[in-house]
C-alpha cells in the first residue's frame, strides 16, 4: 500500500469534485479499492501502486479535457473514467471553434469579417481590424491570441490600451495611478474572462504570460514569441502607433484594432491607425479588415445606432461644402 498526492493546480477543484462531490463519487465508484479524499486542491489517494497508477492516468485525462474545454460534466467524467468513447468530433456545426471558453461556450467567428479576420491571421504577422463598435474585432482578436497561447505558438500574450479621456478627466479618478488605469483596460478583463477559467487566469497574469497595460508601457520593450493586440487604436497618435508597432520581436504576431467614427484625440487628423492604414496597406505580411455594421454582433438596436450616427456624420460633412 502506497499514499500519494495529487494537487488541482489550474482548476477549481469544485468544478473537478462536483456538488456534493458528485463526479469525485465516479472515480470512487470505478476505484474501489483505492481510498480517495479530496480537501481542498488536493487529492489524496491510498491505494495498491498498479491500481493507483491507472487513477492517477484518469485523473490526467480528466484535466487534459477540461483545460481543452473550460468545462467538465459528470457524464464527461464518467465516460473518461470508463474507458468509454471521448473524442469530440468536429461537425461542420462548429467546424470553425477557436476555442472553448468557460462552461465549455464555443467561441468561433460569427460574421465574414470575423471569419477573414481569422483565415488572414495564419498568413499575416501584423493584421489591422478597424470597424464600428460591437463588431466584434477585439474579441476575435483575443479568442486567436488564447487559442495560440494554448498551442504553444507564443509564449506570451500581450494587450494594451491608449489611456486617452473620452469626455472624462483621469486625474479625478480615484486611486493610485493603477487604480486609475484599469477602467480603461477593462474591456481587455471581461473578453478574457470569457475564455480562461478565473483561477487559471489570475495565475497566468501573476506569472506575465498574459499582460495588460497601457500603451505607455510598451516603449523600449521587444515583444518577441508573442501575441500583441492593441485595442482602441484610433485614439493613439503617429508617433505612438508607430511606437507600438516598431516593438515586434520574433515569432510575435501583432493585432491592431480600432473604430475610426470614435476618435477621442483633440485633433482627429492626427490619428495614429487612420495614418498607419494608409501607409501600410501595401506592405507584404501586413493585412487590414474593415469590418461594418453587418458584423455587428451585440443587441440588434447597436447595429441600428451605429447607421443613425454614420447617416448624420455623412450630412454633416455634406452640409460642410
Known sequence: ????????????????????????????????????????????????????NRLEEKIR???????????????????????METDFPVTSE????????????????????????VDLYTHNDLLFAIGPAGSGKTYTAIALAVRALKNKEVKKIVLSRPAVEAGERLGFLPGDMKDKL???????YDALADMIPPKKLEGLIEERIIEIAPLAYMRGRTLENAFAILDEAQNTTINQLKMFLTRMGKFSKFVVTGDLTQIDLPDKKNSGLIHAAKILKDIADIAIIYFDGQDIIRHKL??????????????????NF
Open 182 to 188: 484599469d477602467p480603461y483596460l477593462q474591456p481587455l
Open 302 to 319: 447597436v447595429r441600428n445606432i451605429v447607421a443613425a450616427y454614420e447617416k448624420e456624420n455623412q450630412k454633416t460633412v455634406s452640409d
Open 61 to 83: 485525462q480528466l484535466l487534459v479535457h477540461y483545460n481543452n474545454y473550460n468545462t467538465i460534466s459528470e457524464n464527461d467524467t464518467e465516460k473518461i473514467v470508463s474507458d
Open 94 to 117: 462548429n467546424g470553425n471553434v477557436l476555442l472553448y471558453g468557460n462552461h465549455g461556450k464555443t467561441i468561433k467567428a460569427r460574421s465574414y469579417n470575423q471569419q477573414l479576420l
Open 1 to 52: 500500500m502506497i499514499e500519494k498526492s495529487i494537487y488541482l493546480e489550474e482548476i477549481d477543484p469544485l468544478n473537478f469534485y462536483g456538488v456534493n462531490d458528485s463526479k469525485l463519487n465516479i472515480l470512487k465508484k470505478h476505484f474501489p479499492k483505492i481510498k480517495i479524499i479530496g480537501r481542498g486542491n488536493e487529492i489524496k489517494i491510498i491505494g495498491e501502486e498498479n491500481e493507483i
